[in-house]
């Protein structure tokens, strides 16, 4: 079954031009081509990008707002309550009023408690500045690193001055070691946040 959806998913009237064939790229002459396979290496590399932003967060970001004067502000949690922790997570997060009063009666207490206990715990769901400038550290290290990188991979290559070069011997182009290693890892950058899609922080569409 594994051959069979390999085999379709590499399928080469997808991925490849016309006549071409997967054979064709095959390393001769000293020549190394680019390989499908190659792309099974990003999810490793996406692993390690995440260990590599974990360290830098807590090591490096959070050092880094302190000096700059940020601060961790801590929220009270609201006092355990299953009923309306229920409510919050399956219903509504703000609740109407006449919801509101149908949980004090529910729960055996004042509105006022009620409110101030979801108030609390929307509080709770907002994402602290420590955490968005921590999030914000890891991704301009990234962005920055990878930018100065491909100048230095690229500011010798003839494609890097004239954008038409990239398509001289097109589709049976060499692969050199930066190109393999730069998109390596931009693809298993963007890997490790398909992974942290769930507990980054969520930004409003523009």
Known sequence: ILKTLNSWFWWENIWMPINCTWADFVDRDGLVFPKPHQLYATIPYAFVLLVIRFFSERYVAIPLAK????????????QPNPVLESYFRECSRQPSQSEIKGLAKKCNCTVHLVEKWFRRRRNLEIP???QKFQEAFWRFSFYLTSSIVGFIFLYDKPWFYDIWQTWVGYPFQTLLPSQYWYYMAEIGFYWSLIFTLGIDIKRKAS
């Open 67 to 78: 000096a700059l004067g940020i601060k961790n502000v801590r929220r009270v949690k609201p």
């Open 128 to 130: 602290t500045v420590l």
